[in-house]
Structure formats: structure tokens, C-alpha cells
């Protein structure tokens, strides 16, 4: 289960980051739907990006 959500996390906040880094379009990323700025934005996805990897690695990580 938090395996699961920290692929869909870390998928949302990388591809997010490089979607606004490309200057793609809204897309299907979810920060693209908040009115913020630029910098909180990339923010958010670097965040949503490492939780999502802490989530998805921390099964094998504590083994």
C-alpha cells in the first residue's frame, strides 16, 4: 500500500518538475492546478519527489 503511494507520489512530483522545467502545459500533474507561484510550486514537487522515494524505497531500504 505505501508502496503504491509513493510511486504515484514521486511519479506526480518528478514528472511535475519536469514538466514546469520543459514549460509544458497543465497536464495531469496536481500542483499545475494550484494557484501558487513558480518557486512554490517546484517546491511542492521536490517534496512530493522525495517522500514518494522515501515511501517507495523505505520497504527494501528496512529489511
Known amino acids: 500500500m505505501f508502496e503504491t503511494l509513493g510511486l504515484l507520489l514521486l511519479i506526480q512530483g518528478v514528472g511535475g518538475l519536469i514538466n514546469n522545467l520543459a514549460g509544458g502545459s497543465k497536464s495531469w500533474f496536481v500542483l ?3 494557484d501558487l ?3 512554490a510550486r517546484l517546491t511542492g ?3 512530493l519527489s ?3 522515494a522515501v515511501l517507495a524505497l523505505r ?3 528496512f529489511r
Open 32 to 34: 499545475n492546478y494550484l
Open 45 to 47: 514537487y521536490l517534496i
Open 50 to 52: 522525495a517522500v514518494g
Open 37 to 39: 507561484p513558480g518557486w
Open 59 to 61: 520497504h527494501k531500504a
